[in-house]
């Protein structure tokens, strides 16, 4: 298996014409081209659209609240490793 793997960002967004969600190569950000579903034209936004695909989880764009925070530690158990792992 080669160690060195090369992946590719992707943005994905919402046709307007036919509201298909695609997915773009980072590389396309901010350009237009033809939705593969429909054939609308459309652009590329530079970021991904929130409820999307690659779009960041409501909770990583802002964060848990100190609430959200305190009940999560209050759930979590953590795992001890011996020394030789």
């Keep these: 298996m080669n160690a060195h793997v ?13 509201h298909q969600e695609i997915e773009a190569p980072v590389d396309m950000a901010s350009q237009e081209t033809e939705c593969p579903t429909c054939a609308a034209l459309i652009h590329v936004p530079d970021e991904s659209e929130p409820g999307t695909l690659w ?7 802002n964060g848990p609240s100190q609430a959200q925070k305190d009940a999560m530690k209050s759930r979590t158990i953590r795992i001890e490793l011996p020394d030789n792992w």
């Design 6 to 18: 090369e992946e590719t960002a992707f943005l994905s967004f919402i046709c307007p014409g036919c």
């Design 55 to 61: 779009a960041l989880p409501a909770t990583q764009v």
